[in-house]
């Protein structure tokens, strides 16, 4: 496993969304490299021990709370205080592993644009068979729309320049917001590359998402940028 910051890397900004995390942030922060040139964790009005937890781990993470609600809203509040060239997006509930962060980035270095996780280049992605199914027809729909060859448009982990998510303008506050880049990269002709992601599931709590609420918001989003 390669931890080194890849040759010749602008300056890296990573994000990480919150909302009553303090359980998880411990299986996130401390795995961070340190050559990352700044954490950025926008927080939305947690009521747990969210804040007091990321400032012990990382004393140095510069820490916002989102003037809306959502996590499309929260991840275009952090990328514009962003001031690193490169953005990574991950989760913050454990189910990403920080340790990949060089894989997103190198591609990044060598002539692609946006590096998107995928969790379904594995074989067997630990999530259960409903999230599979959705995930599958999202990504299916996507594929047939924008002729992509995508095997997973949900995921959270994601690298892009930062000029280039600027110009997507991307309009949705929600999870659907990550739907909405994905094809909206497609769109704007970037050359994207999917990188294996280990999805390690959900650490603690549970998940605070709709799944099938938010998997329709997702499909009629999709079908939307098409059309």
């Known amino acids: 496993m390669n931890l080194e910051r890849p040759a010749n890397c602008p ?13 998880n942030l411990p299986h996130v922060l401390p795995k961070i490299p340190e050559w990352v040139d700044e954490i950025l964790l926008v927080d939305g009005n947690s009521t747990d021990d969210t804040i007091e937890v990321a400032k012990t781990l990382k004393p ?7 003037p809306g609600k959502g996590k499309g809203d929260a991840l275009k509040f952090g990328i514009a205080q962003a001031e690193g060239d490169i ?13 990949d962060l060089p894989k997103y980035i190198e591609p990044l270095t060598n002539g692609y644009d946006f590096a998107k996780g995928s969790r379904f280049l594995n ?3 630990k999530m259960p068979l409903y999230h599979k199914f959705g995930n599958w027809v999202l990504t299916k729909t996507s594929n047939i729309l924008f002729g992509t060859k995508y095997t997973d448009v949900c995921s959270g982990y994601n690298a892009i320049r930062k000029e280039d998510f600027l110009k997507l303008n991307l ?7 990550e739907q909405e880049m994905v094809v909206k990269a497609k769109k ?14 959900r650490i603690g709590n549970i998940s605070k998402v709709s799944s099938f609420k938010q998997g329709f918001t997702d499909f009629f989003i999709i079908i939307k940028e098409r059309f």
Do not use: H, W
Not at 13 to 23: F, G, H, K, Q
Not at 171 to 177: A, K, L, T, V, W
Not at 188 to 201: F, H, S, Y
């Open 171 to 177: 309009r949705y506050d929600g999870f659907e917001m």
């Open 60 to 66: 140095n993470i510069k820490i916002f709370t989102q």
């Open 11 to 23: 300056p890296v900004s990573v994000i990480i969304c919150t909302l009553n995390e303090a359980e």
């Open 123 to 125: 074989a067997n992605p």
């Open 188 to 201: 704007a002709g970037l050359k994207t590359v999917e990188i294996r992601q280990i999805d390690k599931g």
């Open 87 to 99: 953005i990574v997006t991950m989760d913050a509930d454990g189910s990403t592993d920080p340790y």
